[in-house]
């Protein structure tokens, strides 16, 4: 046999034996050639590296196969090899532009061998199979990836390991971004290398290689990460760019007859200028991992921006008085304690002597004010010399020499991690979880630090690699909490957490300010790509924004819109608030709520309920500080689009807005409202003009086309700008609406008539207007839970 083709609507494949390299071609799109397979291993006669080739390669299945992501064309070959039997199975989808390979291996032996990676893709000079292969001695053909003929303008979407990791799109001039803190900020995946040569990255899960002159990309990634976590490394040569793609063994040992075998690895030809570019590869990783991501949006308070370890029961409950008295105006929900309740030597849920009553008592009084009660948990890190960590030194990550495995700085001590294989541990996991649950009863449980339980280590169960045994964990979390219990991952490496959790943390800590800043200073913090930071929330917001309501709830991090103790402007408060809202996400608030000024609580409402849908930022694979956002609403009052521009410059700027982008038909008018610069305009362009938007700002409009009816343009009632519109009738030279969020709520409504109103009544009282602009009609509404517009012009 000279070779073996695969075919779909999307791919042409053909994988060359015995040589074992592939070709992978995309109708009108990126092209695959010479592709190479390879794993290594250990035995006690030292290392063995498989080299992709197929001497003897027997074909089990090759044909038409239906799978969890529909029909495919697929191919399965078995390849012995020195005492290890690879199978290697090829995939072509025949209803989704996805292709999908893995690469298992079975022990054939009788010693015991150890995994250390599985190359499920090297392409292009610098990839690292050729590094192995110099290494040897040995000369082979680098293969080649290509988007176009004739290459552009190169770039790389890098997603980061886990919650916190940095997460965006760097071009050939940048180099990867990293800490300079080194082992004091919390670890990234192990055995992963980090180049500080520009144009040289790596990503976790998934990336993608983009031409930012054709508009044109490949994804390459995997479709889970319960058998091995992966990794993909790009160099952005522009004529001879090249890709890794590896799933880590983590010298995990594979006993005799026994068999390892990847996750699916994934391509996707990507389409720049797409609404919506990575839905066919982020819709198969939920299919694989059977996610429901159907739960509403948490939304609530949350102790720990405001008073951190120093937290009391007295804060607790002042707080929950202010919540319950305003619920009527300010609906929250969840009502989460975070850390600072533990007792110094707690070996399960023990408070300190802040919190006397208990966990059982808080968890009853925020019941009781009709709030669903919260808890902050680590389970899988310590402290150093805690009484915990003495007490059982066994259940602590060790490397190689022994010593216990650095898990960064949390309490201003470097930390460790837990090992989540030693049956002790999985015992007290489990019962910290049912006592949470079941016996003080919380019913949100927000789960921090997990990635502290896959620190490069030795393990008590060492068949398992770092994602098996983070997978098998956060299952049984999952099992013991129960299906009604809503789960949030925090620090949690990204494919581990589907599945699991109903919601995931998807950028760094939030803080109240803008530029990472400790103990008052920025000079030497500004440029940390993963510190607490507003701008590090934004981006990694940004950039995950699509795996939102795919993969679970994105959860942004907290809401800081406190006027006190904080470095952040009017300005940059609102570009939080408004990412936050866009993003359809947890919408968490950490602040002193009695303490907000009125104008803030009337920011807050505003927010409230969040936005349903998903949002999509235009530019996320161009650029690591995307500026353009768009959410398409539609209700009683017709269809509109909430179109934002984010200014990240320090100083104003003028940001003109192409409608034509965020995908407005076109019209001979558009109608326009901004609620936080409170305008409202008619633009026979579409381009819109606006004046200058403050440094760190953002533009939130909402826009409509223009119409020769009545239309209702925006307002302050909700973010949505429509959604307090429940019914909308026009006859002859009459307006009616039904308007109404459900509680009451007081606000400016911009509406445009066909012409000047001769009278406006609201529940049948007289109502009075401004002009504000052609046609445009400003009008100050009181609502009760419904209330009845009438305008007749």
């Known amino acids: ?108 032996g009788a010693e015991t061998i150890t995994v250390d990676t599985i190359d499920l893709l090297q392409l292009g000079p610098a990839a690292q199979g050729d590094d192995h292969a110099q290494r040897r001695g040995q000369a082979t053909p680098t293969g080649a990836v290509r988007l176009h003929a004739d290459p552009g303008d190169l770039a790389f979407f890098t997603n980061g390991f886990q919650s916190w990791s940095y997460a965006g799109t760097l071009g050939p001039g940048d180099r990867m971004p990293r800490t300079r803190l080194g082992p004091i900020l919390w670890p990234e995946n192990p055995d992963t290398p980090v180049s500080r040569r520009p144009g040289d990255f790596v990503a976790h899960m998934f990336g993608v290689l983009v031409d930012r002159t054709h508009r044109s990309g490949l994804l390459a990634g995997f479709l889970a990460q319960r058998q091995a976590f992966g990794t993909l490394q790009a160099r952005l040569a522009r004529y001879a760019p090249s890709l890794h793609l590896w799933a880590h063994g983590d010298q995990a040992e594979l006993q005799s007859g026994r068999m390892l075998q990847t996750d699916w690895a994934c391509l996707q030809p990507v389409a720049m200028d797409s609404l919506d570019p990575l839905a066919p590869y982020l819709d198969a990783v939920a299919v694989e991992n059977g ?151 919380f019913g949100y449980l927000k789960l921090d630090f997990l990635y502290a339980g896959v620190l490069e280590a030795r393990r008590h169960d060492p068949t398992r ?58 000079f030497f913090f500004r440029p940390e790509p993963t510190f607490p930071a507003v701008r590090n929330v934004l981006r990694n917001t940004l950039a995950r924004m699509p795996l939102h309501r795919r993969w679970w709830i994105n959860d942004p991090d907290c809401l800081l819109i406190r006027q006190e103790d904080t470095r952040l402007t009017p300005a940059e408060v609102q570009t939080l608030a408004t990412v936050l809202a866009l993003s359809g996400g947890s919408l968490i608030v950490s602040d002193d709520l009695p303490a907000l000024a009125e104008e803030r609580v009337e920011w807050l409402a505003r927010l409230l309920p969040p936005l349903q849908g998903r949002a999509h930022v235009l530019d996320a694979l161009d650029t690591d500080r995307p500026t353009e956002i768009v959410l398409e609403q539609q209700g009683p009052a017709g269809r509109w689009w909430l179109c934002a521009v984010l200014n990240w410059d320090e100083a104003p700027r003028s940001m003109p807005i192409d409608l034509r982008r965020f995908g407005l038909p076109e019209a001979a008018t558009y109608l326009w409202a901004d609620p936080w610069q409170r305008q409202a305009g008619v633009s026979t362009s579409s381009t819109l003009y606006l004046g200058s938007i403050p440094g760190h700002g953002i533009a939130l409009l909402a826009v409509r086309p223009g119409s020769v009816d009545p239309v209702w343009l925006g307002d302050t009632l909700h973010v949505s700008q429509g959604h307090a519109v429940r019914q909308w009738e026009t006859d002859g030279n009459r307006l009616q609406a039904l308007l109404g969020m459900g509680r009451p709520r007081s606000g400016t409504a911009w509406i445009w008539l066909p012409a000047q109103p001769r009278a406006a009544e609201l529940d049948g009282l007289p109502l009075g207007w401004q002009r504000a602009g052609e046609g445009i009609f400003a009008f100050d509404l009181h609502l009760g839970n419904t209330s009845r517009l009438m305008i007749h012009w």
């Open 291 to 441: 996610v429901q991501a159907d739960r509403s949006a948490p939304v609530g308070w949350c102790s720990w921006y405001k008073y951190m370890k120093a937290v009391s029961e007295r804060e607790i409950d002042s707080n929950l008085s202010w919540a319950a008295g305003h619920q009527a105006t300010i609906p929250l929900s969840v009502f989460q304690l975070d850390d600072g309740y533990q007792a110094p030597d707690a070996e399960f849920l023990e408070t300190n002597d802040r919190f006397p009553d208990g966990l059982g008592v808080l968890a009853r009084r925020v019941s009781s004010q009709g709030f669903l009660p919260g808890l902050w948990l680590a389970p899988f890190i310590t402290a150093p010399r805690s009484a915990f960590a003495r007490r059982h030194p066994s259940w602590i990550l060790r490397g190689r020499h022994g010593l216990p495995a650095n898990a960064g700085s949390t309490w201003n001590v470097l930390s460790r991690g837990l090992d989540v294989t030693h049956p002790e541990v999985v015992d007290w996991a489990r019962r910290m979880i049912r006592s949470a649950v079941h016996e003080h009863g």
């Open 1 to 108: 046999m000279q070779g073996l083709s695969l075919e779909s609507p999307f791919f042409t494949f053909f994988l060359r034996l015995p040589e074992g390299r592939w070709d992978l071609f995309a109708r009108d799109a990126a092209q695959i050639e010479e592709a190479r397979l390879g794993a290594g291993v250990r035995a006690k006669a030292g290392g063995l590296r498989w080299n992709g080739r197929m001497e003897g390669a027997e074909v089990v299945h090759h044909g038409l196969e239906h799978t969890l992501h529909g029909p495919v064309h697929l191919a399965r070959l078995r390849v012995p090899s020195e005492g290890i039997a690879f199978s290697v199975e090829f995939a072509a989808c025949l209803e989704r532009p996805l292709f999908l390979w893995r690469i298992g291996l079975e022990n054939a």
């Open 465 to 522: 690699t770092r994602a098996q045994a983070l997978d098998a964990m956060l299952r049984l979390i999952r099992q013991e909490a129960g299906p009604d219990v809503t789960l949030l991952g925090c620090g949690c490496p990204m494919g581990s957490g589907l599945g699991v959790f109903d919601a995931m943390r998807i950028g760094t800590d939030v803080a109240p300010a803008w530029h990472p800043t400790y103990f008052g200073t920025q």
